[in-house]
């Protein structure tokens, strides 16, 4: 069996269960290649070391990455054809400190292919993201922040510009101008969200919040006027705004800028894979910057859940803490 057949059997396979991450790891005298999707991790294949180098090989070439290089960091991309739509493939791979090469690959599904975002929470988010200000979205890796953010441009795409800056773009939206970050060619986030500025969209979403520059001009951006959607990392909504202090963002510019901030995770329930938010808007982050609450909403909302049946203990005791 050839490289090229054994990667798409193994591509075919991942799409039709909806994998999220192939891991390659690399073990005394084998590789194991592990899946992940959002319910469990699970083992597909233990193959030999000749095996799986001629499948990343395959996947670096397809990625234009250096197939020679086995030790530094590589990073690349391309598409993938699924039942008549482009999955886009993200590849990173990197020596350990034996120089065995291990890879991880990245699916991103198109927008329509995610059945996991509920409609109700975008018509319930819609208003807010009409305001002028800055929406805020939390979670781990995998909880559809960028999925609901685009899903919100979506809807103002017909009478609005949007504008998105990433690194890099994860979902292709033909409406949208999309920006994407680039290190060597010196375009940050600060300088790109510098130059999306003066292509004056409505709406400007940013893929990440990662640093105080990044946070400085986002939050400018929202108080000159402009609708921001960003995602930024934090354990629950009321950790984000611990997070923007540690940016050096001053209070009164978060209550100024900050229209919404929501804390989002993905939940098997005895239904389906369920999105539950928890989410404040102006006059409780307000509450809080002035009283320092504490944060127990998430946790009535998972213990919520149990009580009533949709989760089960197991659920309960992984997810109650965020």
Not at 233 to 239: F, I, R, T
């Amino acid at each position: 069996m050839t490289a090229e057949t054994m990667v798409n059997n193994l591509l075919t396979e991942a799409c039709t269960n909806k994998i999220s991450d192939i891991y390659f790891f690399p073990h005394t005298n084998f590789y194991r290649i592990e899946a992940r999707n959002s319910l469990q991790n699970y083992t597909v294949a233990d193959l030999t070391e000749e095996e799986t180098l001629a499948i990343m090989n395959f996947l670096k070439f397809n990625s234009c990455l250096d197939v020679s290089e086995r030790r530094r960091a590589q990073k690349g991309s391309f598409n993938f054809r699924y039942q008549n739509r482009d999955i886009f493939i993200r590849i990173s791979s990197v020596g350990d400190f034996k120089n065995r090469e291990s890879m991880v690959v990245r699916l991103i599904y198109p927008q329509e292919f995610n059945t996991q975002l509920n409609s109700e929470v975008v018509k319930e988010l819609l208003p807010m993201s009409q305001r002028k200000g800055m929406m805020l979205f939390a979670g781990p890796m995998g909880s559809g922040k960028t999925s609901l953010m685009y899903a919100l441009g979506r809807q103002l795409s017909s009478t609005k510009k949007i504008m998105c800056i990433e690194d890099p773009i994860e979902i292709v939206e033909d409406d949208f101008l999309q920006l994407q970050v680039n290190l060597e060619a010196g375009m940050t986030y600060e300088e790109l969200i510098k130059t999306s500025l003066r292509h004056r969209p409505e709406v400007l979403i940013i893929g990440e919040i990662r640093d105080s520059q990044t946070a400085q001009q986002a939050i400018q951006a929202a108080l000159c006027g402009y609708t921001v959607m960003s995602t930024i990392h934090g354990k629950s909504k009321y950790s984000v705004i611990q997070r923007l202090r540690q940016f050096k963002i001053a209070d009164v510019d978060i209550l100024n800028a900050v229209n919404l901030i929501s804390y989002q995770r993905l939940i098997p329930t005895n239904r389906d894979l369920e999105l539950f938010i928890d989410s404040m808007e102006l006059a409780e982050i307000n509450d809080f910057i002035k009283s320092d609450l504490t944060d127990d909403n998430w946790k009535d909302t998972i213990q919520n859940a149990y009580q009533i049946g949709l989760i089960n203990e197991n659920i309960y005791e992984e997810y109650v803490y965020g």
